[in-house]
T-cell receptor, first 114, second 113 residues
Framework: AQTVTQSQPEMSVQEAETVTLSCTYD???????LFWYKQPPSRQMILVIR??????QNATENRFSVNFQKAAKSFSLKISDSQLGDAAMYFC???????????FGTGTRLTIIP | AAGVIQSPRHLIKEKRETATLKCYPI?????VYWYQQGPGQDPQFLIS???????DKGSIPDRFSAQQFSDYHSELNMSSLELGDSALYFC????????????FGPGTRLTVL
């Protein structure tokens, strides 16, 4: 079974600085998808960014980018120019190609220090 | 843009009662997923439907059942509720592709007393 590990239960960063959240996963599949979801205090699950395993280029969405290392099974999220609104729980998630379910990590709670 | 709609947003039930949660997917999304998120935990996959047929099943208790209707909305029926069923229940939807992204609704917070 696929597993997703987020080894940082909590992280904090000064406003306007850069922070990187770590995620590793275990799979025997070659085709899969990786996601970062954000869950603010409202508890809404909001998609931040997604990466297809067959793509070598790292995904980028405005201030959010990933460092995808397929051989190392690592998928970290970098947040640049951190803003107060970035404060949330961040979940890394994995999905097999053709499989329905998302498998989540345990999350990293990000605090932004003004 | 239209999002996934879930109702009710909050629900309080007594032990051994029954609850029904509803989910209305994003227009033109025909795949629906249900997840359960306990306090302080990550979301756990329960079940999914594609074109009104069950497409995948996770750790869903036998006391729970779900279906997808002709208009693609879905309902999660929970019977003989237990204290441990208290959680946030998310519905997510996606377009008909094995590669597509799941978009989550706001969740239904179920409290069992």
């Amino acid at each position: 079974a696929q597993t997703v590990t987020q080894s940082q239960p909590e992280m904090s960063v000064q406003e306007a600085e850069t922070v990187t959240l770590s995620c590793t996963y275990d799979t025997s599949e070659s085709d899969y998808y990786l996601f970062w979801y954000k869950q603010p205090p409202s508890r809404q699950m909001i998609l931040v960014i997604r990466q297809e395993a067959y793509k070598q280029q790292n995904a980028t969405e405005n201030r959010f980018s990933v460092n995808f290392q397929k051989a190392a099974k690592s998928f970290s999220l970098k947040i640049s120019d951190s803003q107060l609104g970035d404060a949330a729980m961040y979940f890394c998630a994995y999905r097999d190609f053709g499989n329905e379910k998302l498998t989540f990590g345990t999350g990293t709670r990000l605090t932004i220090i003004p | 843009a239209a999002g996934v709609i879930q109702s009710p947003r909050h629900l309080i039930k007594e032990k051994r009662e029954t609850a029904t949660l509803k989910c209305y997917p994003i227009p033109r999304h025909d795949t629906v997923y249900w997840y359960q998120q306990g306090p302080g935990q990550d979301p756990q996959f329960l079940i999914s439907f594609y074109e009104k047929m069950q497409s995948d099943k996770g750790s869903i208790p036998d006391r729970f059942s779900a279906q997808q209707f002709s208009d693609y909305h879905s309902e999660l029926n929970m019977s003989s509720l237990e204290l441990g069923d208290s959680a946030l229940y998310f519905c997510a939807s996606s377009r008909p592709s094995g590669a597509d992204t799941q978009y989550f609704g706001p969740g239904t917070r179920l409290t069992v007393l």
